[in-house]
Each structure stands twice: as C-alpha cells, then as structure tokens.
C-alpha cells in the first residue's frame, strides 16, 4: 500500500494582524507588498510606508488587507479633511491631497495598460479636473433601523462592510442636497413602521433638487406630507416598487444643460447620468474635439444612455446612430433629440454584448464611432465594432481593467491608440475615468 503525503494546509490569515512595506502601489491606489510568498494588496496604505494591517481575505495567490496603524508614514499622507473618513466608505483616498491622488491613479493605470496590451509607453493627455469638494449632483442615501436603540442611521456604507455610518454632511455632495440627511433624519422617526423606507435617493438636475423615497410599504397622503413639509423646495418622489415612480406633489421632469452645446436633456429619476457636472460638460468638449467632427461624418454612439454624447456629435456630424441595451433609455434619447431640434438622430435598442443581429445600423458606413459602456466594459462589442472597421474609435471608461482589456482587442485588430486622458471625476474616490482615441492603422 502506498501511503500518499498530503501537504498540511496552511492556516487561513483572515482576521491577523501583520506588519508590511509597501513598495508601491496599483490602480485603484492599493498597497501592494508581499507576504509568505503572496501579493498582499492593503487599503489606504501608500508607496515607502510601513503599516500594520487586519486581513479581510486571504486567498491561494494574494491576500488583502486594511490599514489599522501606520507605523511610518509616507510624506504624501495628509490629515483626512472629512471628519468621517476613518469609517465611511464613500472616499477611499481621503489619506492623500488632491495632485497625490491624481498621480498616483494615473502611474497605475499606466502600468496596468502597458502590462496588459505590452505597449511600451502611453500618450497620455492633460487630465480633466473640476472642484475637489461639492461636485457630486446624485447619490444614493443608505437607511437603517436599529430595533433595539429604536434609532435610526442615515448616511452611507462603511468601506467592505454593511454597517451604516450616520452622516449629517458629505463634503463631495453638493451644497444644495446636503439638508437630505438631517431631514430624513427628523421625518423618518415620524413614520408609524419605521422599517417602511429601505433607502432614498438624492439628486440635483439644474437648480431643482429631486428626493427619492424607495419604500416597501405604503405611505399615507399624511406621511408623505411629513418629508415635503420638512424640506418644501424639494421636489419628493416615492419608488413603491424598482422603477415605478409617484410623484407626491407635481410631476416635474428631471433635466440638466449641456451650457457650451446649448442642449437641454430630459431623463427619468432612474436613468443614469454623470454625477459631475462640470466633468460630464468636459469630457463631452473634449470627445467633440477629439474626434475632429465634421459635417460629413456618419457616427455610431454605442452605449448611449439619453444622448449625453450624441446629441452634441449630431450638431456636427451627418449623421448620428445611437445603440442602448435599456428601451425606455432609448425613446429618451429620441425624445431629446427632438427637443432640441435635431432631425439627423436616429436610435435602437440592442444587447451590445451579445452577437449582433443583421439591421441597418450594423453595416460598415460609419467612420467615427463612440462607446462608452458600463463598468463591465465593451468585450463582445468591440469584437464586433472591429468589423464595421471605422476610421477611429473614441473610448470612453469608467473602469481601467475593462478599458485595458478592451484595447487590446482593439490593437489586435489594426488600431493604434493616439491619445489617452484621466478624467478626475471622483475625486477622494480610487475611481478615474478614462477617454482614449484609437485609430485604424
């Protein structure tokens, strides 16, 4: 009989306490070191410090780890400005000033995309940038109920956890939604169930703030004049059921301006738009500029949302075809597009993702194509784009690995990426968005 050796596993690391060097750091502004032979990503560690960090997971080739003590510190580390920053999860790069986060975003990215694509080194253009503090129009307010105090928490996530951090401000919203916390926080306690309302959702679209009341029992007449009496310049919206809407005053449509194209675009309280304004306005400037549009261009918008980028494109171009997986999304840009005069806009609803089915639109008469797709990024659609082989292809991301990814394919096909650009939308967030142009070689 053969008696087998079995290696005895190792005990997991979850939950220890250990001391790291940083060496450097990725993307999202991990820091990375090493630990028994495995890649060890801590957060809110930075490149030269020594740390003591809790592992929250520990895995056959890496683990991670959060920051608990820095026992020598980085000469980028900076006082958080947010006093609740040490347990909110909503900023992650609250330890690092403004210029170190962009930098340092940047550097990652970069060494994310080279090692991906094995290009040598990358075009990279003056990053987009707009106020540090007060930019964000829209945002997602979490609601708890604790039985046992009888109290309420109203704020957001604590980072990697399901705990609610009660808030009465958040420096990166905007000055005019900031009254959503201290208002939920006097009506709530008002209402006859206290666990009627899960979560509310907060939004500037101009200068009218919209409320967003999510709620798994019905509200009375009475108890939704409760949340208008305490904050009446609010417009108060109730979500009995995911996307069916009631407004408790007057139906009013949400809306925002594009100032420099001189275009006004309606949307749905749950449709999705930039939560930063003087960025959206930016990177919509710069996409036109980019891609040189002229009054003889036919030009494809893939993931197109309610015509953010194609209404402007459609003042130029020749014409203009939209494709967005969302069918309501797509009427809403037909609508736009007729709100603001525009008669060379046409629209379809498609699965991107999925192989493309023989239409109109899917024929290679297009020269200049736009995509701007979700944080899962353009896989099997730019697979597709390839064969309409359009002269250049502007890419517009929200996450790099998926952006990464994506080029590749891109470059296996013949393109080659001319320009490449950070738009800082999230600032104190390990987000940066990407705009990239590539060209048919």
Same mark, same amino acid.
């Given at each position: 009989?053969?008696?087998?050796?079995?290696?005895?596993?190792?005990?997991?690391?979850?939950?220890?306490?250990?001391?790291?060097?940083?060496?450097?750091?990725?993307?999202?502004?991990?820091?990375?070191?090493?630990?028994?032979?495995?890649?060890?990503?801590?957060?809110?560690?930075?490149?030269?410090?020594?740390?003591?960090?809790?592992?929250?997971?520990?895995?056959?080739?890496?683990?991670?780890?959060?920051?608990?003590?820095?026992?020598?510190?980085?000469?980028?580390?900076?006082?958080?400005?947010?006093?609740?920053?040490?347990?909110?999860?909503?900023?992650?790069?609250?330890?690092?000033?403004?210029?170190?986060?962009?930098?340092?975003?940047?550097?990652?990215?970069?060494?994310?995309?080279?090692?991906?694509?094995?290009?040598?080194?990358?075009?990279?253009?003056?990053?987009?940038?707009?106020?540090?503090?007060?930019?964000?129009?829209?945002?997602?307010?979490?609601?708890?109920?604790?039985?046992?105090?009888? =109290?309420?928490?109203?704020?957001?996530?604590?980072?990697?956890?399901?705990?609610?951090?009660?808030?009465?401000?958040?420096?990166?919203?905007?000055?005019? #939604?900031?009254?959503?916390?201290?208002?939920?926080?006097?009506?709530?306690?008002?209402?006859?169930?206290?666990?009627?309302?899960? !979560?509310?959702?907060?939004?500037?679209?101009?200068?009218?703030?919209?409320?967003?009341?999510?709620?798994?029992?019905?509200?009375?007449?009475?108890?939704?004049?409760?949340?208008?009496?305490? &904050?009446?310049?609010?417009?108060?919206?109730?979500?009995?059921?995911?996307?069916?809407?009631?407004?408790?005053?007057?139906?009013?449509?949400?809306?925002?301006?594009?100032?420099?194209?001189?275009?006004?675009?309606?949307?749905?309280?749950?449709?999705?738009?930039?939560?930063?304004?003087?960025?959206?306005?930016?990177?919509?400037?710069?996409?036109?500029? &980019?891609?040189?549009?002229?009054?003889?261009?036919?030009?494809?918008?893939?993931?197109?949302?309610?015509?953010?980028?194609?209404?402007?494109?459609?003042? =130029?171009?020749?014409?203009?075809?939209?494709?967005?997986?969302?069918?309501?999304?797509?009427?809403?840009?037909?609508?736009? +597009?007729?709100?603001?005069?525009?008669?060379?806009?046409?629209?379809?609803?498609?699965?991107?993702? #999925?192989? &493309?089915?023989?239409?109109? &639109?899917?024929?290679?008469?297009?020269?200049?194509?736009?995509?701007?797709?979700?944080? +899962?990024?353009?896989?099997?659609?730019?697979?597709?784009?390839?064969?309409?082989?359009?002269?250049?292809?502007?890419?517009?991301?929200?996450?790099?690995?998926?952006?990464?990814?994506?080029?590749?394919? #891109?470059?296996? !096909?013949?393109?080659?990426?001319?320009?490449?650009?950070?738009?800082?939308?999230?600032?104190?967030?390990?987000?940066?968005?990407?705009?990239?142009?590539?060209?048919?070689?």
């Amino acid at each position: 009989m053969v008696n087998i050796y079995k290696a005895k596993p190792k005990a997991s690391l979850q939950g220890k306490a250990l001391t790291l060097t940083i060496n450097r750091s990725d993307y999202e502004v991990h820091g990375i070191s090493q630990y028994d032979g495995k890649i060890a990503f801590v957060s809110a560690a930075l490149p030269g410090e020594q740390v003591r960090v809790s592992v929250t997971e520990d895995k056959a080739g890496f683990i991670k780890a959060t920051t608990t003590q820095v026992l020598q510190a980085s000469p980028l580390r900076i006082t958080a400005p947010c006093q609740y920053a040490a347990h909110c999860g909503g900023c992650q790069l609250q330890h690092l000033a403004p210029q170190s986060q962009r930098q340092l975003k940047q550097q990652g990215i970069d060494q994310l995309i080279r090692h991906q694509t094995g290009l040598v080194s990358l075009p990279w253009q003056p990053m987009l940038m707009a106020a540090d503090t007060g930019y964000r129009r829209r945002a997602r307010i979490s609601i708890w109920y604790d039985k046992k105090q009888r =109290r309420f928490a109203v704020g957001f996530r604590r980072q990697a956890d399901k705990q609610i951090i009660g808030l009465d401000h958040c420096m990166v919203l905007s000055g005019k #939604l900031t009254p959503v916390f201290n208002v939920l926080q006097q009506v709530l306690p008002q209402l006859a169930e206290p666990t009627a309302v899960t !979560h509310a959702e907060v939004l500037q679209a101009d200068e009218t703030v919209f409320v967003i009341v999510r709620h798994v029992k019905a509200l009375s007449a009475e108890q939704q004049q409760l949340f208008i009496a305490a &904050w009446p310049e609010a417009v108060w919206i109730g979500e009995g059921e995911p996307g069916q809407f009631t407004y408790w005053q007057q139906v009013v449509t949400p809306q925002y301006q594009l100032p420099l194209q001189q275009l006004t675009l309606q949307f749905a309280p749950d449709d999705f738009i930039q939560v930063n304004a003087s960025l959206n306005q930016q990177m919509v400037t710069q996409a036109l500029d &980019w891609l040189n549009i002229a009054a003889t261009d036919q030009v494809l918008d893939l993931y197109a949302g309610i015509g953010n980028f194609t209404l402007a494109i459609a003042q =130029r171009a020749k014409t203009v075809h939209a494709l967005e997986g969302v069918a309501k999304m797509v009427q809403q840009l037909a609508t736009n +597009a007729k709100l603001n005069g525009l008669s060379n806009v046409t629209a379809s609803q498609a699965d991107l993702h #999925l192989p &493309w089915p023989k239409a109109p &639109w899917n024929q290679p008469v297009y020269n200049k194509v736009l995509l701007d797709p979700a944080r +899962a990024g353009a896989l099997g659609a730019a697979e597709q784009l390839v064969k309409l082989k359009p002269a250049q292809i502007l890419y517009v991301s929200c996450n790099a690995a998926t952006f990464a990814r994506d080029a590749k394919v #891109l470059l296996q !096909h013949g393109y080659q990426l001319d320009k490449i650009g950070g738009v800082d939308m999230f600032t104190y967030t390990s987000h940066l968005e990407l705009m990239a142009l590539f060209s048919k070689q």
